[in-house]
């Protein structure tokens, strides 16, 4: 398998611009998360689908945050109008059950909004 | 709800010397217990977990970790460091739902 697949690896945007960021999780792995990572937060969890499902967005940092999962395969993380503080790396990570494996992360996404 | 804290932002050490990384939990629920490592501009690999069984656990690098249930910790601990173990490290917890949470990761430097 080739890993959890994050699109893209680099994205440098201008303010208010919208975002879109991709992630496809391990096949037959059945939960997704993304985290964001900063040097003054470190890694936050944003939200996280079990089943295509999201069970917990309460990371989500505000509205111009929206995550998505159509299907098993393929999950977005969009951020519109995108702003200089969202400038950090977006991981996306999956497990295949709930809780007691662990979590395969993606190479991450570092955006840059300026 | 759980959250995870680990004690030392960042912890120089000399090659060959041991090292511990401190981790301590709280939550309500039974949880299993990880611990990650980040190398420069890569995403997290999983170094060793606690599910159940034994509280000791092991990983294939000579890093070890121990469930304290009643201290609610789970320390690292590697008894002779290599330059290459320069990294962060995360320590993670989550519950039966899967919510997998961070602690704020400590940096390992290693000098000659």
């Known amino acids: 398998d080739a890993g959890v697949i994050q699109s893209p690896r680099h994205e440098v945007t201008e303010m208010g611009q919208e975002v879109t960021l991709r992630c496809k999780p391990i096949?037959?792995?059945?939960?997704l998360f993304w985290y964001r990572q900063t040097m003054m937060r470190g890694l936050e969890l944003l939200i996280y689908f079990n089943n295509n499902v999201p069970i917990d967005d309460s990371g989500m940092p505000e509205d111009r945050f929206s995550a998505k999962m159509p299907n098993a395969s393929f999950s977005t993380l969009k951020i519109q109008p995108s702003e200089p503080r969202d400038s950090a790396v977006y991981f996306c990570?999956?497990?295949?059950?709930?809780?007691?494996?662990?979590?395969?992360f993606g190479q991450g996404t570092r955006l840059t909004v300026v | 709800a759980q959250s995870v804290t680990q004690l030392d932002s960042q912890v120089p050490v000399f090659e060959e010397a041991p090292v511990e990384l401190r981790c301590n939990y709280s939550s309500s629920v039974s949880v299993y217990l990880f611990w990650y490592v980040q190398y420069p501009n890569q995403g997290l690999q999983l170094l060793l977990k606690?599910?159940?069984?034994?509280?000791l656990v092991e990983s294939i690098n000579g890093f070890e970790a121990e469930f304290n249930k009643s201290q609610t910790s789970f320390h690292l601990r590697k008894p002779s460091v290599h330059i290459s173990d320069t990294a962060e490290y995360f320590c993670a917890v989550t519950d039966s739902w899967g919510k997998l949470q961070f602690g704020a990761g400590t940096q390992v430097v290693v000098t000659p």
């Open positions: 606690y599910l159940s069984g034994s509280t």
């Open positions: 990570a999956s497990s295949s059950r709930q809780g007691n494996t662990e979590a395969f």
């Open positions: 096949s037959g792995h059945n939960s």
